[in-house]
């Protein structure tokens, strides 16, 4: 027994349906132009034929009654003139026994063409005969000349139109519509095959694009139709692949960098840890044991270090938390005072600098840029914040040696130390100023260095400020605080 299972969704081909579209709708149009044509066709030719009918039989009554006129009048004679009433050749007087009186040429030496005789309250008739007439069959109308019983008759028509006997007039119909089935099958194939085009040349386009280029566009027609934003929608779908793809690959890149550059970095504090344990381990008499373990803890220090901050740049780099406000004035003032630093901190603050972000993630920016410029300066480190209407501006400067033009973009870049601070630093990971630079990416704001009023580096941080209310008033920007902080 054969199975008519079928996968769902999965339409079966019938073999008489067209497969294209344009095949599709030109059939359908050609199915409803037949439907409506031919009935049409036969409706009209039966309508035109009946007309012509009535309009033999209206010629032919009008020439009996006015032969019968004129022969009341006595003013008919043998042979009958027929000019007056065109298509009316055939005309034949007969009298009440049967003998023609009068006839019209074409009539002459024929017998009486109908025996039909009109009465008295009928006098006009209609009849069609076919007999008695080198014509063929004719369409008389027969009309009585006055109310006496033994009233003669004429008989006036004409014979039966051939255009209607022969059948040419249901032909010429049959021709139109044939003709306009035709006209419609081929405008259908040709409007749809022009409204179609697009479509085809957005599937071969589709066709060529791989996953190695998404940078092909497909073309866009004009106008607003379904094809057009088709189009459309298709080359944003194209260019939202192309922006995801290079986001992938420079998130692998980085990836593959940031691995490459944290196995470098790990390799040394192990390596170092690693042969103090074995020269302990080999020289157990010559080892001092504090002097170790203050080693290796410090070893241990700057490896829990160097992970604590891989793991808050894979976060930064996930899934964002949710923002709020933060009063970035009162975050300084707070993290300054709990600091203990070996110089002074100057601070120049606007009040009522609320922006949108973490915050943790804006102490940590604050916290790194302030140990950096401890670090450099030699014997202040400045802080200012300030904002517009839209940003605010964190600016932490100091009095050291500054950093050069060619490194202002390299110190963003992680385990990146120049030679000054490889001297100057103990214990740093070299992550610090790259853990700050994508907290503040990821807050929507930029950050930047150049040269400071005391000759050291000035590293500004731009973040938007966290809408407000419309009704709000604005922060004043130019009221300052300003104090100063000494920490030894």
Not at 171 to 176: G, I, S
Not at 203 to 225: M, Y
Not at 242 to 253: V, Y
Not at 327 to 347: F, I, N, Y
Request: proline share 6%; charged share 25%.
């Amino acid at each position: 027994m054969r199975s008519s299972f079928r996968p769902p969704g999965r339409r079966v081909p019938r073999p008489w349906r067209p497969r294209s579209i344009r095949g599709q709708v030109t059939a359908l149009v050609a199915l409803l132009s037949m439907l409506l044509l031919v009935p049409s066709g036969v409706l009209a030719g039966m309508v035109a034929r009946q007309e012509l009918a009535n309009a033999g039989w209206l010629d032919a009554r009008r020439a009996a009654g006015l032969m019968a006129a004129a022969d009341r009048a006595g003013r008919l004679h043998d042979p009958v003139v027929t000019s007056s009433v065109p298509g009316v050749n055939v005309v034949q007087v007969v009298a009440a026994d049967g003998r023609v009186l009068a006839s019209s040429p074409d009539a002459r030496g024929l017998p009486p063409l109908s025996t039909l005789r009109p009465t008295a309250d009928d006098p006009q008739r209609d009849v069609q005969t076919c007999a008695n007439t080198r014509l063929g069959c004719v369409r008389l109308s027969a009309v009585r000349v006055s109310a006496d019983d033994d009233s003669t008759v004429v008989y006036a028509g004409g014979p039966v139109r051939t255009v209607i006997a022969t059948g040419v007039f249901d032909a010429l119909f049959a021709v139109q519509v044939g003709v306009l089935i035709s006209i419609a099958i081929w405008a259908a194939w040709k409007i749809t095959g022009r409204t179609l085009r697009p479509v085809e040349a957005i599937r071969a386009e589709l066709a060529a694009t791989n996953v190695n280029d998404l940078s092909s566009r497909v073309p866009e027609p004009a106008g607003d139709d379904e094809i057009s934003r088709l189009a459309r929608t298709v080359n944003s779908t194209l260019e939202r692949l192309e922006n995801a793809k290079g986001r992938m690959e420079q998130a692998l890149s980085a990836q593959r960098q940031f691995a490459s550059d944290a196995s470098h970095e790990l390799r040394t504090p192990v390596a170092g840890l690693r042969a103090q344990l074995e020269e302990a381990k080999m020289h157990p008499q010559d080892t001092d044991l504090d002097a170790l373990l203050d080693r290796t803890l410090g070893d241990v220090d700057r490896l829990q270090a160097i992970m604590a901050d891989l793991l808050l740049l894979a976060k930064i780099g996930g899934t964002p938390p949710a923002m709020g406000e933060v009063d970035l004035s009162e975050t300084v003032r707070m993290e300054v005072s709990r600091r203990a630093d070996r110089l002074p901190v100057r601070l120049r603050l606007a009040r009522a600098t609320i922006v949108q972000g973490v915050d943790t993630q804006i102490t940590r920016i604050l916290t790194n840029l302030l140990d950096n410029a401890q670090r450099h300066a030699r014997s202040a480190v400045m802080v200012e914040v300030r904002h517009d209407d839209r940003h605010a501006e964190l600016v932490i400067s100091d009095d050291g040696d500054g950093i050069a033009e060619a490194d202002r973009e390299r110190i963003f870049e992680r385990f990146t130390r120049l030679d000054a601070s490889r001297c100057r630093d103990r214990g740093g990971t070299g992550l610090g100023l790259a853990i700050v630079r994508d907290i503040v990416r990821a807050h929507g704001g930029t950050i930047g260095v150049d040269t400071g009023d005391a000759g050291g580096a000035r590293f500004t941080v731009r973040l938007p400020l966290h809408p407000r209310p419309s009704d709000a008033p604005a922060p004043s920007g130019t009221t300052m605080s300003l104090a100063a902080f000494s920490a030894h």
